[in-house]
Nanobody, 127 residues
């Protein structure tokens, strides 16, 4: 069974950077779509960025385009999210997720066919 473990969250000031990592173990597959989602206090969870392992097809939320970069290291079974120029509105708990039989866009925009969630890592952007 697939397991996902996030790391890399923390407290940063606006304009700074963070890199989140999601270590996958167990039943990893080239057919998984991996993604990052976040949930701010009092708000619904939203898709941030997703990537299809087989084709490297990516999807980004409009709010993070140009600032965040998702990548996958298949040899290390790791999905990373490089977050630059962070803003206070990026604050939230960030979750790694994996899905089968979906696309990067569908999983990110509709949370469609997500099979596994990680436990989450906190990101706080504050002056």
């Amino acid at each position: 069974q697939l397991q996902l473990v996030e790391s890399g969250g923390g407290l940063v000031q606006p304009g700074e950077s963070l890199r989140l990592s999601c270590q996958a173990s167990g039943s990893t597959s080239d057919f998984y779509v991996y993604g990052w989602f976040r949930q701010a206090p009092g708000k619904e969870r939203e898709g941030v960025s997703c990537i299809y392992s087989r084709s490297y097809s990516k999807n980004y939320a409009d709010s993070v385009k140009g600032r965040f970069t998702i990548s996958i290291d298949k040899a290390a079974n790791t999905v990373s999210l490089q977050m630059d120029n962070l803003k206070p509105e990026d604050t939230g708990v960030y979750y790694c997720a994996a899905g089968l039989g979906t696309t990067a866009q569908a999983m990110c925009t509709r949370q469609w066919r997500i099979n596994k969630w990680g436990q989450g890592t906190q990101v706080i952007v504050s002056a």
